[in-house]
Nanobody
Framework: QAQLVESGGGLVQPGGSLRLSCAASGSISDINTMGWYRQAPGKQRELVAATRGGGMPNYADSVKGRFTISRDNAKNTVYLQMNSLKPEDTAVYYC???????????????WGQGTQVTVSS
């Protein structure tokens, strides 16, 4: 099995920055795509950014130019650098990894527990 643990959320003023981290651990054989999603109160969960090993990352239009996703494959960790934060970025941010555990040939989505990001003055 595998686990994803996020960190780095918090309260920040508009225009500020935060960096989220998500580390995957456990009996992992391979990780395909890693990404970040968010869910604001009363809204559906939406993709923020995702990166596939060796490929170009993709971003939601609402965060392009402000957020940057990066990945450290040696540490099985994905990061989300969030700059120029806006109140509408307030949400619970979830990490997702499409990975294969040892002994399995199947890739499965794993989710982190979520971390709250609040942008407010």
């Amino acid at each position: 099995q595998a686990q994803l643990v996020e960190s780095g959320g918090g309260l920040v003023q508009p225009g500020g920055s935060l960096r989220l981290s998500c580390a995957a651990s456990g009996s992992i054989s391979d990780i395909n795509t890693m990404g970040w999603y968010r869910q604001a109160p009363g809204k559906q969960r939406e993709l923020v950014a995702a990166t596939r090993g060796g490929g170009m990352p993709n971003y939601a239009d609402s965060v392009k130019g402000r957020f940057t996703i990066s990945r450290d494959n040696a540490k099985n960790t994905v990061y989300l650098q969030m700059n120029s934060l806006k109140p509408e970025d307030t949400a619970v941010y979830y990490c997702k990894a499409d990975l294969r555990v040892r002994g399995s040939w199947v890739y499965t989505d794993y989710w982190g527990q979520g971390t709250q990001v609040t942008v407010s003055s």
